[in-house]
Nanobody, 119 residues
């Protein structure tokens, strides 16, 4: 299973960005897809996640500004980030809990994508 993240970049404070995370490979189902971020000198933190049933969860600092969604048919999750702040600057990584055709589930990570918000 591979996760391909895209959509990062440089944006001015207050602007939007949209991240995508596409999963591919031997996938029977994806229970949960999410995003984490790591800023320089800080630990990785949870940002947002969405379950197969559409239940979403966010870290408090992004509530009301970020929206996570998924297209199950495409095995893709999206993170719409609005009203970005300089403190949102980080490397964003996508994560998925995937059940393979063999019946086993595993956690997978994609490569990070840099998000830089200028003030």
């Amino acid at each position: 299973v591979q996760l391909q993240a895209s959509g990062g970049g440089l944006v001015q404070a207050g602007g939007p960005l949209r991240l995508s995370c596409a999963a591919s490979g031997s996938i029977a189902s994806i229970n949960r897809m999410g995003w984490y971020r790591q800023a320089p000198g800080k630990q990785r933190e949870f940002v947002a996640a969405v379950t197969s049933g559409g239940i979403t969860n966010y870290v408090d600092s992004v509530k009301g500004r970020f929206t996570i969604s998924r297209d199950s048919a495409k095995n893709t999750a999206y993170l719409q980030m609005d009203s970005l702040k300089p403190e949102d600057t980080a490397v964003y990584s996508c994560n998925a809990y995937v059940r393979g055709w063999g019946g086993y589930s595993n956690d997978y990570w994609g490569q990070g994508t840099q998000v830089t918000v200028s003030s």
